[in-house]
């Protein structure tokens, strides 16, 4: 997956994502600047395979929150 971006954008995006109260596709893309979609591939492409963190998901009152989790049990990726 390539994603245009700085670091400076991928370091915001897994800060938001090992906050406790993780995080939601649209809080990172505005964060970021970047489209939905472009999320969604650094989620799977970069947060899940290249870095191997355990990236889970669940519903929540403000759509689908995403988070890391520190312990290492597989868990589906639901976009």
Same mark, same amino acid.
């Given at each position: 997956?390539?994603v245009? &971006?700085?670091?400076?954008?991928?370091?915001?995006?897994?800060?938001?994502? @090992?906050?406790?109260?993780g995080?939601?596709?649209?809080?990172?893309?505005?964060?970021? &600047?970047w489209? @939905?979609?472009?999320?969604?591939?650094?989620?799977? &492409?970069?947060?899940?395979?290249?870095?191997g963190?355990?990236?889970?998901?669940?519903?929540?009152?403000? &759509?689908?929150?995403? $988070?890391? $989790?520190? @312990?290492?049990?597989?868990?589906?990726?639901?976009?």
């Amino acid at each position: 997956v390539h994603v245009q &971006g700085s670091g400076r954008q991928q370091a915001q995006i897994l800060a938001l994502l @090992r906050s406790s109260s993780g995080t939601t596709i649209d809080a990172m893309a505005k964060a970021t &600047g970047w489209q @939905r979609h472009s999320v969604r591939g650094f989620l799977s &492409g970069v947060v899940r395979n290249k870095l191997g963190l355990n990236l889970v998901s669940e519903a929540g009152e403000a &759509g689908r929150v995403y $988070r890391i $989790r520190d @312990r290492k049990a597989s868990s589906v990726l639901q976009a």
